[in-house]
């Protein structure tokens, strides 16, 4: 376990449908990340927040989108998503701003988009 | 050029023997480093950190950082079929006023029994 937490870890929906990823973290760090990793594909960054404001937004489709009420809580929202979107969605969190900015991932959320 | 490079493998060696990684990165205001472990379907988890020049040891993993030649290896001793995965190379340096951090590709590592 490292401090974060994803739900769902796996979710199904139809391109039609609207859902939301969650992620949490107890480490008390200051910036929450979330990346895309598709299948023999590299970590895609998609957003960054740093105390609590959105600071890289790296030409996501608009059809993600991100929210962060607070330093420990990042949501992921989806609507009309594509085949081609079907992956696994990281999340992770670091304390920024000291050097030692190790990135702890959560276990993930399998997405597959019918 | 690829801001961080890795070889993807597969990087294949016997148990027992020495796996040797490599990444190479691009920006020399890069200042700390990372390796991560990724086994298939799961999340990555961190192996080692190095920030400054030379070698930092724990267990049977060595991370190795020569920052003149921009380059920084993870050194696997005794290798297990359990250390069979992907490995991830990342960088983190700070440019236009916030930290960026970046992950190489992976190199897909197999030892074999």
């Known amino acids: 376990e490292t401090g974060v937490t994803q739900t769902p870890r796996h979710l199904v929906m139809g391109m039609t449908n609207k859902k939301s990823l969650k992620c949490e973290q107890h480490?008390?760090?200051?910036?929450m990340y979330w990346y895309k990793q598709s299948a023999k594909k590299p970590l895609e960054l998609m957003f960054v927040y740093s105390l609590e404001e959105r600071v890289e937004n790296n030409s996501v489709p608009s059809r993600f989108s991100p929210e962060c009420p607070n330093s420990s809580h990042l949501f992921l929202h989806l609507h009309t998503l594509q085949p081609e979107d079907s992956a696994l969605y990281l999340c992770a969190s670091s304390q920024v701003g000291q050097g030692a900015d190790t990135q702890y991932f959560g276990p993930g959320t399998r997405l597959t988009v019918l | 050029q690829k801001e961080v490079e890795q070889n993807s493998g597969p990087l294949s060696v016997p148990e027992g023997a020495i796996a040797s990684l490599n990444c190479t990165y691009s920006d020399r205001g890069s200042q700390s480093f990372f390796w991560y472990r990724q086994y298939s379907g799961k999340s990555p988890e961190l192996i080692m950190s190095?920030?400054?020049?030379g070698d930092k040891e724990d267990g049977r993993f060595t991370a190795q950082l020569n920052k003149a030649s921009q380059y920084v290896s993870l050194l696997i001793r005794d290798s297990q079929p359990s250390d069979s995965a992907t490995y991830l190379c990342a960088v983190n340096l700070f440019t236009s006023g916030t930290y960026k951090y970046i992950f190489g590709t992976g190199t897909r590592l197999k030892v074999l029994a």
């Open positions: 480490l008390g760090h200051n910036a």
């Open positions: 190095i920030y400054s020049n």
